[in-house]
Nanobody
Framework: QVQLVESGGGLVQAGGSLRLSCAAS????????MAWYSQAPGKQRELVAR???????EFLDSVKGRFTISRDNDKNTAYLQMNSLKPEDTAVYYC???????????????WGQGTLVSVFS
């Protein structure tokens, strides 16, 4: 069984920072792209940041210059560093990854359970 476990959400004042972590566990052969999505109340889930296996990144326009995404392939973990947080960043953040398991050898499109980020002014 392969899964993603997120951590690092919380309550923070505007202008503050948070770091989210997403760890993949289980019988893992490799991990393709890893990404963070956000879903605010009443809104659709949207891509915030994505990082490929070789480190190529992309970001939602509204977070460019404030958020960075990174990954540690040895630890099967992705990180989202969120700086200069704004109230409009408030949302549940979900980790997403394409994982190939060893046993059985197959591809899994995985989602984490979500972690709440609340930014107050």
């Amino acid at each position: 069984q392969v899964q993603l476990v997120e951590s690092g959400g919380g309550l923070v004042q505007a202008g503050g920072s948070l770091r989210l972590s997403c760890a993949a566990s289980g019988s893992i052969f490799s991990i393709n792209a890893m990404a963070w999505y956000s879903q605010a109340p009443g809104k659709q889930r949207e891509l915030v940041a994505r990082i490929t296996k070789d480190g190529t990144t992309e970001f939602l326009d509204s977070v460019k210059g404030r958020f960075t995404i990174s990954r540690d392939n040895d630890k099967n973990t992705a990180y989202l560093q969120m700086n200069s947080l704004k109230p409009e960043d408030t949302a549940v953040y979900y980790c997403n990854a394409g994982v190939i398991s060893i046993t059985p050898y197959r591809y899994h499109e995985l989602w984490g359970q979500g972690t709440l980020v609340s930014v107050f002014s």
